[in-house]
């Protein structure tokens, strides 16, 4: 049964994505190239960032998730960038009658270390969901070396947002 939200309440979602580290990729967060010597193995650009962002938004709309609107088997969205994610995550929003609230994120990665490049990635996350600095939260952890996280294999993120009646 498919039936339209119920504006009247906020609806919270969360979305989180993890790839592997691998030689010869760069490595994309928050559309930002960090330097490193590994990247993520994605069919896209590997932004787990923007997917785990995405899945959220996509999650509290009640909709489809990220796999099914942009397929890894589907060669349009091989090596794509990730903020067309984003984007269509937002319209899906707009369309809803909803706005962001908030987002707070949470990206594991055991190295490098991502505080140097968390402004540039805040900046676009805010630009990218047109919402105001205040209204976005990125946090950086280790994995305290533990499994494929801790041991630098492998990157994630975890997303939570709470979308609003607009």
């Known amino acids: 049964m498919t039936s339209s939200p119920n504006l009247a309440h906020p609806r919270i979602g969360h979305g ?3 790839h592997r580290l691998v030689e010869g990729r760069d490595l994309v967060l928050a559309n930002i190239t960090i330097p490193s010597d590994h990247g993520c193995d994605a069919h896209s650009d590997g932004d787990v960032v ?3 962002l995405t899945d959220a938004i996509l999650g509290a709309l009640a909709q489809q998730d990220i796999g099914q609107l942009f397929p890894d088997n589907d060669p349009e ?3 794509a960038d990730s903020a067309v994610f984003i984007r269509e ?3 899906r929003m707009t369309t809803a009658g909803y706005t962001l609230g908030n987002a707070d994120l949470t990206v594991i990665l055991q190295t490098p270390k991502l505080s140097p490049h968390k402004p540039a990635m805040l900046a676009r996350l ?3 969901l047109g919402c105001d600095d205040s209204q976005v939260n990125l946090k950086a952890k280790t994995h305290e070396r533990v499994d494929a996280l ?3 294999q492998a990157v994630a993120c975890h997303a939570v947002v ?3 009646p607009a």
Request: hydrophobic fraction near 55%.
């Open 126 to 128: 805010v630009e990218l």
């Open 16 to 18: 989180f994505d993890l």
């Open 77 to 79: 969205w091989k090596d």
């Open 150 to 152: 801790g041991q630098s």
């Open 162 to 164: 709470i979308l609003i």
């Open 50 to 52: 923007f997917h785990a």
């Open 89 to 91: 995550a937002v319209s």
